[in-house]
């Protein structure tokens, strides 16, 4: 299934007693990269987030973000540096003292100030704490793979369409490049007679022939439109495909643009350079939705 770079997941659960929090967005980019926010102290969750985001996502700038409460069974110890306050405590009086300042010391100010309090937390299991993320993660990235797959059917439908727009003009071009090889060998035709209706000269019909069968081979875009068509074919196989296949696609629009460009170099004919026109018009359009395809 085609999918699009572009894809947001979130999930908010909570899992062994504690909060967790993953979101995981993504816009497009030529290759994978990756970005992970985690709370300070986690920082052994990112190059595993980035494993576990890897073995579903190819490409894009893919973000991760990680929020974790406290668990309900992390006991905090909370001791007071007492030799801290002692000194606060007379650093204090001392002011009294030496300004005959009122002394109105109590604990609520000096629990205030830094550091007179330390908070000592037990030491976390990494394994268990990993295994909680990635299984918030993994919801999280059911639900972004999820909105991925989706727009890919809309960018995979909107190419299809104009795919068959294209080839609806290609079929145009087959049908009206024979026709302006006649249409030059009357005009050739007119223009000689006119040039010799003066003169008591035959038209040398063999060397008209041989002019007419030079333009015909220089306008000829047959070989041109099977390609195009040999391209489109092998497009819509593509984006049948469940594998990343924007790469292999970006590259088939570039064989596109090409043979569009020889058709164009070849035609001598206004209707059909119109025509050209629209189909660059078109492959361009889906080059740009093709952007965004993994």
């Known amino acids: ?6 894809g947001f997941g979130r999930c908010e659960e909570r899992i062994n007693g504690r909060d967790i929090t993953v979101e995981i967005k993504s816009v497009n980019h030529r290759y994978f990269e990756f970005s992970c926010r985690t709370p300070r102290g986690y920082g052994f ?10 073995s579903r996502v190819s490409r894009g700038k893919v973000e991760v973000f990680v929020a974790l409460g406290e668990s309900e069974e992390t006991a905090c110890e909370v001791t007071v540096n007492h030799p801290l ?16 300042i009122a002394d109105d010391i109590s604990v609520t100010p000096l629990s205030r100030f830094p550091e007179v309090f330390t908070v000592h937390k037990p030491p976390e299991d990494e394994e268990q704490i990993i295994s909680d993320v990635l299984a918030a ?6 639900s972004f793979i999820a909105m991925r797959e989706a727009e890919g059917e809309r960018m995979k439908a909107d190419i299809l369409g104009r795919a068959a727009t294209i080839l609806d003009i290609v ?21 000689i007679r006119q040039t010799l209706e003066s003169f008591s000269v035959e038209i040398d019909e063999q ?17 041109e439109t099977v390609r195009l068509r040999s391209h489109f074919a092998q497009l819509e196989r593509f984006l049948s495909f469940d594998e990343p296949v924007g790469r292999k696609i970006d590259f088939i629009i570039q064989e596109m643009n090409r043979e569009a460009n020889t058709i164009g170099s070849k035609v001598c004919d ?25």
Do not use: W
């Open 85 to 100: 306050v002692a000194g606060y405590i007379n650093a204090m009086k001392e002011i009294c003292e030496v300004y005959g």
């Open 45 to 54: 969750l990112d190059e595993k987030l980035k494993s576990f985001v890897n």
């Open 270 to 294: 206004a209707v059909l350079a119109h025509k050209v026109v629209d189909i660059k018009s078109e492959i361009e359009k889906i080059r740009e939705q093709v952007q965004n395809i993994e």
């Open 171 to 191: 079929s145009e071009i087959e049908e009206r490049s024979p026709k302006t090889v006649e249409e030059y060998e009357s005009r050739l035709l007119e223009r």
């Open 207 to 223: 060397r008209i022939l041989t002019e007419v069968a030079v333009f015909s081979d220089k306008v000829a875009v047959a070989e």
């Open 1 to 6: 299934m085609i999918r699009s770079m572009t």
């Open 137 to 142: 993660a993994s919801k999280a990235l059911d």
